[in-house]
């Protein structure tokens, strides 16, 4: 038996004897390995799997905790978490229109009709035959040329930086550069692997950047950025990840090629299908380079698949089938109507604040007078983005992706008590 699996076993017994009981924090990933002797990589495979099964639940920024495994809790606390705004205008939500839910269930059903092929765990690289879907897509779509062989699935981003820090690690990789300190998740990852992480840093060995969204306001880099950011990384022969997020829902600017379609083989690419599908669909990607490849093929046998094999072989039929370029047009044109028409309904009800729909994506930038407590928002249980919130006034970034219509009025009369 496999280090991973005794430990599996074993932080499973202790949580269904009682040893572990409901809610109590696990060690971190860095301290598990060290008190049970067993490498980052055995602890974070034996945690997901563990997540996977309903022993853990993972709190982002906070850790592990054990859950009720024998009671509702779980779901009282997602309830009580879905419950606590009446209005969410962060963009975190997907409108129930935007996805054709039954189409995506002859799906799932279809591949839970594979029934021997669900009987194995998937492969660590993910099932072949998406990540040749994925293949075609992104060579057709980015022109991200590329074998199947180099891409790598996972459940969400978090999973592939993870991966990617033991490899990078390996590589003697250990100084990484985000573009600010807005990439949460990124720069707490890298920091907890042990990476010395700095912002806008050109010296670093690992570069870190969304071309396509480069901030909340979603600017894009242009052309001569990205091949000056190729250059230079080439010449002090630094990794570059390119997080493609968003490339769809560019608006008011031509097609901008990706970095790794210019680039010369530094370019590790990475992309997701949430954000055109739901975000409870977890599936992510990435693009390794060939060196980084090799050193995934060595380490394979300690790294396990994050993503649900069904809901890959679902994925793998619903883009060979060409729903994934239709259902991309399909929320262009949801979301667009919908920002305008929010926007239009703001700007009636506060026709001295400034209000305007982002250059390059669909979210409004609010700005007005204000000098209360933005704990405000949390008492009317409404959700935003504060940007800045200084000088008795405020900047909030808005998304009406989340409600109805119908309740756009509602928000709005939410939103007005609050500034006012």
Known sequence: MNKYTILYNQIKNMILSGELSAGEKVPSVRNAARIYNVSITTVQNAYFDLCADGYLLSRDKSGYYVTNFNSDTVNEEYEHKENQYDFDLTGGIADKDSFDFKLWQRYIKSA??????????????????????????????????????????GAGVQPLMQILCILLNKNGKNTVSFPDKSFVQGINIFSSYGFDVHTRDKDADIIYVSPSHMTRWGDVMPIKRRIELIEYSQKHNSIVIEDDYEN???????PTPSLFALGKGNIIYMGS???MLLPGIRISFMVLTKELTELFNSASEGIAQTASKTEQIALCN?????HIKSQTRKIRRLYTAKTKAFAEKLKAAFPNSSIEIGENTLQIIFCDKFNKDISVFDELKIKVFVDKSENDSIVLVLSPSGISYDDFDAAITRLKKAIE
């Open 248 to 254: 769809e829902f560019l608006y008011n600017v031509k």
């Open 112 to 153: 839970l009709r594979q029934s021997d092929r669900l009987l194995s765990y998937s492969q660590p690289k993910g099932e072949y035959d998406l990540r040749c879907a994925i293949s075609q897509y992104i060579k057709e779509k980015r022109n991200v040329i590329t074998s199947p062989d180099r891409i790598i699935i």
């Open 273 to 275: 299908f949430s954000a």
């Open 318 to 322: 619903y883009i060979r089938d060409g």
